[in-house]
């Protein structure tokens, strides 16, 4: 129930002046027209209605457009219990209302000729009723009535008139509440859209946000709508949120666009403006080099355009891939390969190392040095790099006024003695003023305007050759952790180069040295063959004649039987014949050294070559034990058999002379396939076994063999070695220190149709 009764308070004799009965019903208007809300809109306007005429008991009727009927919403007093009631059009006191549109009162309902059902069940009996329209305009959508229980008391014209005024007013009111709930409704209404458009929103951007690819939404100004992380990244901004904010000028502007050449890429060339143009853009390989911090970062870029339903091109949707990484290695592994070749292109360091230096420069960095330490241990700058020729005079300059101090704490002569690299990966001053020597240095230092530097070692197996200095200035590009790796790559590369040119140098000079010393060598030979050779031919005569007259001599002495003579003769005759071996010895050592030596190649049988010989050293040495095992068959070979029979006779006399006590030696021929084999066993001292394989050298005498005790110039073994392999055939040794030695030699054996 309405509780504000201020209007039916009022004295009746008041509100019977009309203009303090207007006033109520203004001020009554009023609350009702700040009361919007239509829930307890009708209850109020039927309470109001009711003070005004001085009633608490009235209801009100609205039309139910559906089924055309009154349809009582609210009553109060005595009609509290009517809500519901429904009513046909001319039916009761309100359908005619409803039908004529005109205020209607009747002084006793119930005596009344049109009166309907409703009021039947009231707990009071209604008297004087009185029924206003309420309009929305011409229609009438509603009534409002309002009975006296009282008998006698009746609605006059004033008072019919006043509620009148009062339902037009509240019908405004009922209007105004009903467009103000639909306006609510239709305001939930869009919130919830809102709301929901906003969920999908976040949902499409967490989606879009967990994408690696960049995605940026243009609508038809250019104008960024959409940006993710990932698109934010590329562009260089902190996050997509500020992207989305920056104005289009502010975002190009930050950067340099380059194509894959590194040439200014056209703007109206991009992806995303040729899509607004409605063009699906080909794909773009650009770089961002993003001017506040010289970063550059590569992204392959597609756009395409979204139309309106009416074909218009409204947006425009942009996807980049960063592809930085990959290219930077890409970039990298182009550089080293390039670098490589360089390198591996010439022996003379000092100029691949220059080129690789301008191949780094602006590649990697704006500046590239190379230091290299000098034998004396002085450090050296190989090569200085800059695209700008001006300023690579500068830094010669400024290396010639201030050269590198090898006991500074940090920089190049820090890295050549730790041997590890560097790394400032942004240069401030506090640094630079760490670096300079003097106030004039580090005015010229300032000017270069580093922004980052390196250094790595030129390392090659464990030693420090040198270093190569990167530093980055006004490109603004900053050299990164990738730019560190790269370098020391290179370093690597560079340090080999350079020790395989210094490796090859000294060898180069090591190679000449030995060269002249074998020149020298040779001469020396080559002097002691022709001294060996004039010797032994200065000798030969004198003997020739001394062996022709001790001859003569011993005949004589024999013939006369002078036992005196004969003795001496003896002694003559066999040092005379020692002394012919050794020269002919000699002289065969010099025609073998020279070539000169000559062979025959007749056929012959090596057996009774062998036959001789060992017939021959029985003669003269009598006391010799000396067997013979000749097989059963002859042996033929090819050959020069005074040669042969020269080497048969070597192996005999070695066994006799290095037989000490035991002087038994053992001979023997046989075949082994198309082999003749022929051995010389004795028991004498043997050979020690570390020197075995020097036995056939020339000059060569084993360390058991003193010369005091064994005479020999170390000839004979070697010259039987060259005759024997000069007839195709082998030689060699078996021989125990100590219990004796065995010699045997192979000819290749003659086929009996040779022979
Ligand atoms: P030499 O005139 O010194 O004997 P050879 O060339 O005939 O020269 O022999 C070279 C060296 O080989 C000898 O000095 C000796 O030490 C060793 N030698 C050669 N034959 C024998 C052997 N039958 N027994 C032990 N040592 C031998």
Redesign the pocket.
């Known amino acids: 129930m309405v509780s504000d009764t201020s209007v039916a308070s009022q004295p009746e004799d008041q509100l019977r002046s009309q203009s303090a009965y207007l006033a109520a019903l203004h001020e009554t208007t009023l609350a009702l027209m700040n009361r919007l809300e239509p829930a307890d809109l009708l209850e109020n306007i039927v309470a109001r209605a009711g003070s005004l005429v001085g009633t608490p008991h009235g209801f009100i009727y609205l039309l139910d457009t559906e089924q055309q009927e009154l349809v009582v919403r609210v009553g109060v007093g005595i009609f509290e219990a009517i809500v519901g009631y429904r009513l046909k059009p001319g039916e009761g006191l309100a359908g005619k209302v409803w039908q004529t549109g005109k205020p209607l009162a009747v002084e006793d309902y119930h005596s009344w000729s049109g009166r309907a059902q409703v009021f039947e069940n009231s707990p009071r009996r209604v008297r004087a009723v009185a029924a206003v329209p309420l309009k929305s305009g011409p229609e009438v959508v509603g009534v409002i009535a309002l009975a006296y229980t009282e008998e006698g008391r009746t609605f006059d014209a004033v008072e019919v008139e006043a509620l009148s005024r009062f339902a037009e007013l509240a019908s405004i009111a009922l209007d105004n509440a009903r467009l103000y709930a639909t306006v609510q409704q239709e305001l939930a209404e869009r919130r919830l859209a809102e709301e929901r458009l906003q969920s999908s929103r976040d949902q499409l951007s967490a989606i879009l946000g967990g994408i690696a690819d960049g995605i940026s939404v243009q609508d038809n100004t250019g104008r960024i709508v959409y940006a993710n992380d990932a698109a934010a990244r590329v562009t260089g901004y902190p996050s997509a949120a500020q992207l989305q904010k920056a104005p289009l000028a502010e975002i190009l502007g930050k950067f340099d666009i380059v194509d894959e050449r590194g040439d200014p890429f056209p703007l109206d060339q991009l992806p995303g403006r040729v899509a607004l143009q409605g063009v699906q853009s080909p794909e773009r390989t650009l770089g961002f080099r993003i001017k506040a911090t010289g970063e550059e970062r590569w992204s392959v870029v597609r756009a395409m355009p979204v139309c309106d339903e009416r074909g218009r091109v409204k947006l425009a949707v942009n996807i980049f891939h960063d592809i930085t990484e990959r290219k930077r290695s890409e970039d990298a592994q182009r550089f080293l390969a390039e670098a490589s070749e360089v390198l591996s292109s010439s022996l003379d360091y000092e100029t691949t190392l220059a080129s690789v230096a301008r191949l780094a420069v602006p590649r990697v960095a704006d500046w590239c040095a190379v230091d290299i330490v000098n034998e004396d241990g002085q450090l050296r700058r190989l090569a200085v790099a800059h695209v700008d020729p001006r300023k690579v005079e500068l830094a010669r300059e400024l290396q010639e006024r201030y050269p590198v101090d090898l006991d500074a704490p940090r920089g190049v002569a820090n890295v050549l003695r730790t041997g590890q690299s560097e790394y400032y990966p942004e240069v401030n001053d506090a640094l630079i003023q760490a670096a300079a020597q003097d106030d004039e240095h580090l005015t010229v230092l300032r000017e270069v305007g580093m922004r980052s530097a390196l250094m790595v070692p030129l390392l090659a197996r464990g030693r420090v050759l040198g270093a190569i200095t990167l530093v980055s200035a006004e490109s603004g590009h900053l050299l990164s952790a990738a730019d560190l790796a790269l370098a020391e790559d290179l370093a690597r590369r560079a340090a080999v180069a350079i020790d395989n040119a210094w490796l090859y140098t000294e060898r180069k000079r090591a190679d000449e040295q030995k060269n002249e010393l074998l020149v020298q060598v040779r001469q020396a030979l080559d002097l002691r063959n022709q001294f060996l050779s004039i010797a032994s031919h200065e000798l030969k005569t004198p003997i020739t004649l001394l062996k022709g007259y001790a001859h003569v001599l011993h005949r004589q002495a024999q013939r006369k039987g002078d036992e005196a003579l004969l003795k001496p003769l003896r002694v003559i005759n066999r040092q005379v014949e020692r002394m012919t071996n050794l020269v002919d010895?000699l002289l065969d050592v010099s025609r073998i050294e020279s070539g000169r030596i000559e062979f025959e190649t007749a056929p012959f049988d090596l057996v009774a070559a062998v036959e001789d010989a060992v017939g021959d050293m029985r003669v003269s040495t009598p006391d010799l034990l000396l067997r013979l095992d000749r097989g059963t068959e002859d042996v033929w070979v090819r050959g020069d058999r005074p040669r042969i029979e020269q080497a048969i006779m070597?192996?005999l006399?070695?066994?006799v002379?290095?037989?000490d006590k035991r002087r038994e030696v053992d001979v023997s021929i046989g075949r082994q396939g198309n082999y003749a084999v022929v051995s010389?066993a004795?028991h004498?001292?043997?050979?020690p076994q570390e020197?075995q394989g020097q036995?056939?050298d020339l000059y060569?005498?084993?360390?058991?063999?003193p010369a005091n005790n064994?005479?020999?110039?170390?000839?004979?073994?070697?010259?039987?070695k060259v005759i024997i392999e000069r007839h195709g055939g082998t030689i060699g040794?078996l021989?125990e220190e100590g219990k004796?030695?065995t010699?045997h030699f192979t000819l290749p054996v003659l086929g009996e149709d040779s022979r």
């Open positions: 010895n070597n192996l006399v070695n066994a002379k290095y037989s010389v004795d004498g001292i043997g050979i020197q036995v056939f060569f005498r084993a360390a058991n063999a064994y005479g020999g110039l170390g000839l004979g073994l070697y010259i039987s040794v021989s004796g030695s010699f």
